[in-house]
């Protein structure tokens, strides 16, 4: 009778266990797997590019800024 009360006792901690893991699991990949937006749009990449002096080349290459290296720039 004793080992009939153990044994159920650590059954249900097991499942116990393993139903607190499944949780945990479903919870952790459900929030994983929403996309994530744009940090900057093109409109604040352009404004920051032009800012800094560079030229935007977004409607060629998307994103991009083109900056003048220093060794070229005239004194």
């Known amino acids: 009778m004793i080992a009939v009360t153990m044994t159920t006792g650590l ?3 097991i499942l116990l266990g393993v139903l607190l893991g499944a949780a945990a699991c479903g919870l952790f990949s459900g929030c994983a797997s929403m996309p994530q937006g ?3 749009t093109d ?3 352009q404004a920051m590019c032009e800012r800094r002096g ?3 080349r977004g409607n060629l290459i998307p994103g991009y800024c083109e900056y003048q290296s220093a060794s070229l ?3």
């Open 73 to 75: 720039q005239s004194p």
């Open 11 to 13: 059954g249900r901690k």
């Open 43 to 45: 409109a604040e990449l």
């Open 38 to 40: 744009p940090t900057y």
């Open 54 to 56: 560079g030229w935007w």
